[in-house]
Structure formats: C-alpha cells, structure tokens
C-alpha cells in the first residue's frame, strides 16, 4: 500500500529495476530462525547455512505447507495490503466477476485509492484487478460493499474464512488494510492464505499482471497503473502475489514462484525499505530452489509389499504404488522414510488396481505424502480346491475339482460391498480324466454384474477301468440297483 493520496501518482513514478535495489537493510541469520522448523540456535545446521534476510518476520513454505525457513512465524503483526488477498478470495468466490459494481461515496474516500469516483461503475473483474495489481482500497472497499451487502458484513465473511483455513493468529478489521486495531496476521497464516487464493485461476491471471489500465472519467485521465509487485518479470519464475505497506506493518511482500516444478510461497514482514523487501524475497527464493527439489518417490512399477488372501497360506496379492509421484524434498530435511500400512487379507476376487493400504512418505516430522497402494494383478483363484466331481465309469470314484491357476481377468467392482460367490460342478465325467480337464466354474458376481468367471479343472488324472474291473463294477452296479443302494459316487459340492 502506498502512502501517498492516490496509487496513480506513485505507480507513474516507479523505476526502480533490480540492479538498483539495496541490499536488505540488517540482513542477517537470527539464531531463532528455523530451518525446517527447527531453531538454529540448536545446531541442527551450521548457522551460515540460513538465507541472510533483514525482514523482521517471514517464512518460506513448500506447496504442500511445509516450512522450509521460518522467523517468527506466528509473531501477529499488521498485514497492511496483503489483505486483500482474503477480499480477493471471497469475493472469487462468490463467482459474479461480470456483475457491475457502482462505487459508493465512501469507497471513493478512502485512503491511498487510485481515484474511483462516486457513482462510476465498474465490473466485480476489474476492481479485482485494481486491488490486486495497483492494491487500490477504494477498490477494495466497493468490493467489500457490493459482496457483503456492507463492509461489517463482508469482515464477517472474512474472519469467517479465516476460520475455515484455520488462520488461528489472524483477525481482519476491513477488506483493503489500512492500521486498524486487531487487524493483524502472522507470515505462517499469510502463506496458507496465498496459497489457497493460488488454487483460483482468476486469481492466478490478475496477480501475474504486470500493468492495469484505468480509463479516464471526468477530470480523471487515462492511465497505465504499473503492479506494485516489482519482482514480476524480473525474477524468474514469479508468479504474483501481493505487496503492502502501512506505518505500522512496514514493507511486507507476499511472493510465489516455481521452478522445475517446485513451487514456493515466501512471505516477508516488516522490513525497512521498500527495495529491502523485494531483495529479501529474491533472497528467501534462491535459497529454496537451492535446497527443495522434485524427487519421485513412487512409481506404478514398484512393488511395496503383498497382501496376504483369505483362507490361503501360499499365495499372496503383490502391491505397487497406485501412481507415480513426485514431491518437493528439503535437501535439509533429513531422510525420506516409508511406512507401509496394508490390509492384513483380502478375499478373492481381487482386481488389478485395488486399493490394499497406503504409505506415508515422512522428512523428519513432517509428512511428505500418504500414497495409495493398489494389487499390481488380478487374482480371481489361488488353485483352491472347490469340490468333488464323481467319475461314472467307477461306483465310488470322485476327482478332487480346483479353481483353475491360470489368468483370469477380473471386472473393476466395488470392494466394499459384498461379493457372491458361486461353484457349479458338472454332475459327473467318464474315465479317463485328465489333470486340468473342465469340471465346471466359479463365478463371482456383484449385483447382476458378472465379476469373474474361473473354469474349475481336475486335480489329477484318473485312467479308465480295466476289462476285468468293468465287469466287476457292472456286477456290483446291478445288484445295488436291486437292493436300492448307490450305482456311483455321490456328488459333493464346495459352499458357496
């Protein structure tokens, strides 16, 4: 924010270019600055080994939130400008970008504005990009009027989603930033913050602007207002975010950017001078890409483990990784360890991509990923034994029948409702039986949906009788069908 009357003015003057910035006033390595959350004080690291800033509050997060560098990070200080970041936000998302917006007498008042006047009329998309780019209040304040019905109401939405976002050390007074008493945030609340406005598109658009036009009204002329964000274009990788400044916030600069694609928010509070903020963002910024980079850490080819299967004691499902990952890794974080967590059984069917646990992926305390794991095949059948089959050439003759070993294709199901199960047995076969010959199927359904389908094969073989035999069989066979007693074997089935 700046201090004169009008943004105009100031932004007509901006020419500062990056080899003229200072170095930051009073940089320095604090030895309560954190490195990975923990102190430098303790010795984790050597104490050169920090990014030498002079902000007096700041943070550097991954873009999962992890805080990579940290000085006070939960110090509430006045936010200024940032502010606008939450106005921005809710006012997205409300989603009436092409709603027209009359600014009131009271928005074309307020302090450090960029000149709106009472009763112009201006769409909900380009006072956006007024408060984000030129960090226009009468901008902001007509947006607050025009989402919230008024501009008490709108605070309440935003304290409301700062509730949501769990921003424990953060209270707003008004949508633009200007001092007010217990209007005042922390560098950790203000990267959750810009982190979760990044997530909208539109967002995104109007903070990578470099410039913003405000046409002429009345004595007003045309105008080119600059972005007060003057890393944008200049560091590489930038992205936005938002700048602020008041008397009691100092400079502060909320910045993201990404590289190889790491993305990091930084967050600088109070410094000195105007320059001293951009020079210690860049600072903060090259310090990141120099020590968090893109490791894969989990690939669909990899297997993790095994699933044990119901009711079998000698096959098991092999698991993988569900999809291959990459995360950002903190080269200062410590180890990267695995915890693999599986489903102690599974029951058959199984198909391929079923998910049969997880694994967390932890730095140190900090938790990196928790993945899905998935059977990295099929599995409808672990050659189990289902039933008998009698063999009609014998009097009491069975052949062991077992679910076929071989591939079978399983249809994606749902794994959390019940599966049925059903074994049909041919009602007998003749001699010779061959290992592996047909005897029926296994069928898996759920609902109407046929899951699998696994044949169901002779154990073993079973040679037909001889000539002597047959003629005792028949013998016998004849007498049990005048005494009323069995001619063959009786038919076992599995349960279902």
């Known amino acids: 924010m700046r201090r004169s009357r009008h943004i105009l003015a100031a932004s007509l003057v901006l020419a500062l270019t990056v080899a003229s910035w200072p170095a930051s006033a009073g940089a320095a390595r604090l030895p309560g600055d954190r490195i990975g959350g923990v102190a430098v004080s303790e010795g984790a690291h050597p104490t050169t080994i920090a990014p030498d800033v002079g902000a007096a509050a700041g943070v550097l997060v991954t873009s999962d939130g992890r805080e990579v560098w940290g000085r ?30 009359t600014v ?4 074309s008042k307020v302090p450090y504005a960029v000149g709106l006047q009472a009763g112009e009329q201006v769409s909900v998309r380009t006072l956006l990009e007024l408060a984000l ?35 424990t050390g953060t209270t707003f007074a008004n949508p633009h930033g200007l001092d007010a008493a217990g209007h005042k945030s922390t560098a950790a609340d203000l990267a959750v913050l810009a982190r979760a406005a990044m997530a909208d598109a539109e967002f995104r658009r109007i903070v990578a602007l470099r410039s913003v036009p405000l046409p002429a009204r009345g004595s007003r002329g045309a105008a080119t207002l600059k972005s007060t964000d003057e890393l944008l274009g200049r560091y590489e990788g930038l992205l936005g975010v938002k700048t602020g400044f008041t008397d009691d916030a100092k400079y502060s600069f909320v910045a993201c950017a990404e590289r190889d694609g ?14 001293a903020r951009f020079a210690d963002t860049r600072r903060l910024l090259d310090w990141g890409f120099e020590h968090v980079s893109l490791e894969r850490v989990a ?19 092999p698991v993988r990784f569900a999809e291959t990952t990459a995360v950002p890794v903190f080269d200062l974080g410590g180890e990267v360890t695995r915890t693999v967590a599986l489903d102690s059984q599974v029951g058959l069917p199984v198909f391929e991509g079923q998910r049969l646990g997880s694994v967390k992926l932890r730095q140190g305390e900090d938790l990196l990923a928790e993945l899905p794991v998935v059977a990295a095949e099929d599995v409808a059948s672990v050659a189990e034994t289902v039933g008998a089959v009698p063999v009609t050439d014998y009097l009491d003759l069975t052949v062991t029948a077992r679910a076929s070993d071989e591939p079978v294709d399983v249809a994606e199901f749902d794994d959390s409702a019940p599966v ?23 069928r898996y359904t759920q609902g109407s949906k046929v899951i699998a389908t696994v044949p169901v094969v002779a154990a073993s ?3 037909a009788p001889g000539a002597i ?28």
């Open 133 to 167: 780019v030129a960090s226009s209040n009468d901008a902001a304040l007509a947006l607050a009027e025009h989402a919230g019905g008024s501009v008490p109401a709108f605070v309440e939405l935003m304290n409301a989603r700062a509730d949501r976002l769990g921003l």
């Open 299 to 317: 690939t669909t080819t990899e297997t993790v483990g095994s699933c044990a299967i119901a009711g079998c004691a000698t096959r098991a499902v």
């Open 72 to 101: 006070k990070p939960l110090d509430r200080r006045a936010m200024a400008s940032i502010t606008k970041v939450m106005t921005a936000l809710i006012v997205l998302e409300q989603g009436r970008l092409d709603e027209t917006v």
């Open 104 to 107: 009131s007498a009271a928005a």
């Open 469 to 496: 035999e047959r003629v005792g069989i028949w013998f016998t066979r004849t007498w049990r069908k005048i005494t009323g007693g069995p001619t063959v074997a009786t038919v076992r089935m599995a349960a279902n």
């Open 420 to 442: 049925e199960r059903t074994v049909s047995l041919d009602p007998g076969v003749q001699a010779p039986v061959r290992a592996g010959s047909p005897l029926g199927e296994v």
């Open 262 to 275: 790491v993305v990091l928010t930084a967050v600088v509070l109070g410094t000195a001078t105007e320059g």
């Open 461 to 463: 073989d079973v040679a």
